[in-house]
């Protein structure tokens, strides 16, 4: 059985994760938070040397002033898989393009591609 993960919708969630996004929309909206799970703490193991990453304080400062919850996710949809990013036929200009390039040098710091190895191993044993 092939997992097939989409590297950039996994790329910005964890971003978010780290952030502490999903579990403050629910604690803000349903004055509760998220359930924990393995794979979450795996995230936070993996990256947590990587939290006071550029793209995190930068992801941290554009979220707060963004309505719209589904913003970065639409947006890396715009992009190639990472490490490329590259802009895509249906490309749409988005006032938050210099966070790509952010998010770009974030996969190689932390080297991502290595992370969703190891996941992807442990799932399959």
Known sequence: ????????????????????YWDNLSLKFYKKTLFQCKYKNKIKEYFEKY???????L???????????????TLVL???????LNKNINYKENKYEYFIDSIKKYYVETK???????????IIK
Do not use: H, W
């Open 59 to 73: 992801y941290n400062k554009l979220c707060n002033n963004e309505m719209d919850i589904s913003a970065f996710l």
């Open 112 to 122: 991502f591609d290595c992370f969703l190895k190891i996941i992807k191993t442990n």
């Open 51 to 57: 939290k006071k990453n550029e793209t995190i304080y």
């Open 78 to 84: 715009y992009y190639s898989n990472p490490p490329l």
């Open 1 to 20: 059985m092939d997992i097939i993960v989409d590297q950039r919708i996994e790329l910005i969630t964890i971003i978010q994760t780290l952030c502490g």
